[in-house]
């Protein structure tokens, strides 16, 4: 398996790459973020640690301009931030995990090796649905170029959809990841969100991206008419 280690702590860097390959993997290493960038964009790599805090480019858009150009492999972030915020930064802008320095070593490679085992499914960092796109990290709606004002319950609620676009999802499935656990308010409060959702996204621009599937659910179509 392939690692590219980009970090600027040069020593850091090479005991990094050293003991990748003392464990069978073979690394590669990045001291700024430019650097990083181009040999994660034309090189194959199974993995990337990638530092947040870079001279060049920092982290942040590294990881920003590779999941824009469609490297999906999988990436942790190792860093001396270790605030909430940034970690909630990272892990919005397509980061797989997070690790604070100082670490253990044996900890990094198991990390790497439980990444590995999922693989690097394509998980684009803004969700889309035709043109309709919603950006997570950002907490901003477009649809057509026109931005939209979403409630923090109808972001929420679309933002589940487009995660399962194409997919029948109940009414039960939409209160359990929507709204507080074990809700016992009247069930019709999911109607009433969506067709919040229909009136802001679908009625002006002449669309229908939201179905009811009677009996069933909704269902966002990905195509998103």
């Not at 069978?24 to 640690?49: M, Q, S, T």
Request: contains cysteine.
């Amino acid at each position: 398996m392939r690692v590219l280690v980009i970090e600027d702590e040069r020593g850091l860097a090479e005991a990094i790459a050293q003991g990748l390959a003392e464990e069978g993997f073979v690394a590669d290493v990045a001291n700024d973020g430019v650097d990083g960038l181009w040999r994660a964009a034309n090189e194959p790599h199974d993995a990337i640690v990638l530092d947040l805090m870079l001279p060049g480019m920092s982290g942040y858009e590294v990881l920003k301009r590779m999941r824009a150009a469609d490297v999906w492999a999988p990436v942790l972030i190792l860093t001396a931030k270790d605030g909430e915020y940034d970690e909630a930064d990272a892990l919005d802008l397509g980061a797989d995990d997070y690790l604070s320095k100082p670490f253990s070593y044996v900890v990094l490679v198991a990390h790497l090796r439980a990444l590995l085992r999922r693989g690097a499914p394509a998980r684009p960092a803004v969700l889309e649905a035709g043109d309709l796109a919603l950006d997570p990290a950002c907490r901003r709606c477009h649809r057509a170029g026109q931005e939209i004002s979403l409630t923090a319950r109808e972001f929420t609620l679309l933002e589940y959809l487009l995660r399962h676009s194409d997919e029948v999802i109940s009414k039960t499935d939409i209160l359990d990841h929507v709204w507080e656990e074990n809700f016992d308010g009247d069930t019709n409060i999911v109607e009433v969100y969506v067709g919040y959702l229909r009136r802001k996204i679908d009625a002006p621009f002449g669309r229908r991206t939201i179905e009811t599937v009677r009996g069933a659910g909704y269902r966002l179509r990905g195509s998103g008419r």
